[in-house]
Nanobody, 115 residues
Framework: QVQLVEAGGGLVQPGGSLRLSCAAS????????VGWYRQAPGKQRGVVAI???????NLANSAKGRFTISRDNAKNTVYLEMNSLKPEDTAVYYC?????????WGQGTQVTVSS
């Protein structure tokens, strides 16, 4: 059974930082493109950052210069380091692993940026 488990969300003040993690069981992240997505209330889910199976990274324009996505193959975990957080970053953040055959999603973790 495949499971993706996100962690690291919480309440942070504007300008603060958080590191989200997504740990997988049942699959190896190194064989998947793994992405972080977010969904704010009343809005569609959108991509934040992706790390491909080959290790290439892509960031949404809103994340460039502030967020970093990385992967630890030994821990089978993908991270999203978020700095200089803004209130508009408030959303539920989801981890997803995709290849040409399947895609898997985690349950999400809430990030709230507020003073």
């Amino acid at each position: 059974q495949v499971q993706l488990v996100e962690a690291g969300g919480g309440l942070v003040q504007p300008g603060g930082s958080l590191r989200l993690s997504c740990a997988a069981s049942g699959i190896l992240f190194s064989f998947f493109d793994v992405g972080w997505y977010r969904q704010a209330p009343g809005k569609q889910r959108g991509v934040v950052a992706i790390i491909t199976s080959g290790g290439n990274t892509n960031l949404a324009n809103s994340a460039k210069g502030r967020f970093t996505i990385s992967r630890d193959n030994a821990k089978n975990t993908v991270y999203l380091e978020m700095n200089s957080l803004k209130p508009e970053d408030t959303a539920v953040y989801y981890c997803s692993a995709k290849n040409m055959f399947r895609d898997y999603w985690g349950q999400g973790t809430q990030v709230t940026v507020s003073s």
